[in-house]
């Protein structure tokens, strides 16, 4: 059973940092891009960045370009994403996403995790 | 970029009832259109690629359509469980973008 578990969602003052981690399990992690899809509020969803199966090409949507980074270790079975200079705007729950067949639809999403900015 | 745009941003309809939700892209993206199923306090479900290709597992009722600008998401026969909003996704090349989302409620 394909498995993707996120976690380091917290509350963070604007201009803070904070990393993502997204466990996955139950499929060969190393060969399938992922990505990171959020959801503000009540609002719809927002694909953020994506990553290729072996991390050599990453992937941002304008919104984040520059300050997060998404990279994997697919030794750990493991995705990251490391947001700096956080806005309130980026307040939102973070799904992990796995694609799948190479074309960066999704096929399995995480429970997500909540980043919250605010003073 | 690219952007898409669904159409009707909500909807009422009674069980029984056929419904159609439109994606329109701002350019061509040939077949590269996926559609999601997000249930309140959900996840968000695949229900079809390439325009048309039924996810495993997803119920017939739903079929896609479309190609270059113009797509749709039919649901032929409207259920209780299909309360959620409908989003479309382009995947021909990045940003990868959804649309904005159609809410659909039962009347």
Not at chain 1, 24 to 39: E, K, L, P
Not at chain 1, 89 to 110: N, P, Q, R
Not at chain 2, 89 to 105: D, H, I, L, M, R
Request: hydrophobic residues 30%; glycine residues 10%.
């Amino acid at each position: 059973e394909v498995q993707l578990v996120e976690s380091g969602g917290d509350l963070v003052q604007p201009g803070g940092s904070l990393r993502l981690s997204c466990v996955a399990s139950g499929f060969t992690f190393s060969g399938y891009a992922m990505s990171w899809v959020r959801q503000a509020p009540g609002k719809g969803l927002e694909w953020v960045s994506g990553i290729s199966h072996s991390g050599i090409n990453t992937y941002y949507a304008d919104s984040v370009k520059g300050r997060f980074t998404i990279s994997r270790d697919n030794s750990k079975d493991t995705l990251y994403l490391q947001m700096n200079s956080l806005r309130a705007e980026d307040t939102a729950v973070y799904y992990c996403a796995k694609d799948h067949t190479g074309l960066y639809y999704f096929d399995y999403w995480g429970q997500g995790t909540l980043v919250t900015v605010s003073s | 970029d690219i952007q898409m745009t669904q159409s009707p941003s909500s909807l009422s309809a009674s069980v029984g009832d056929r419904v159609t939700i439109t994606c329109r892209a701002s350019q061509g993206i040939s077949n590269y259109l996926a559609w999601y199923q997000q249930k309140p306090g959900k996840v968000p479900k695949l229900l079809i690629y390439t325009a048309s290709t039924l996810q495993s597992g997803v119920p017939s009722r739903f079929s896609g359509s479309g190609s270059g600008t113009d797509f749709t998401l039919t649901i032929s026969s409207l259920q209780p469980e299909d309360v959620a909003t409908y989003y479309c996704q382009k995947y021909n090349s990045a940003p990868w973008t959804f649309g904005q989302g159609t809410k659909v409620e039962i009347k």
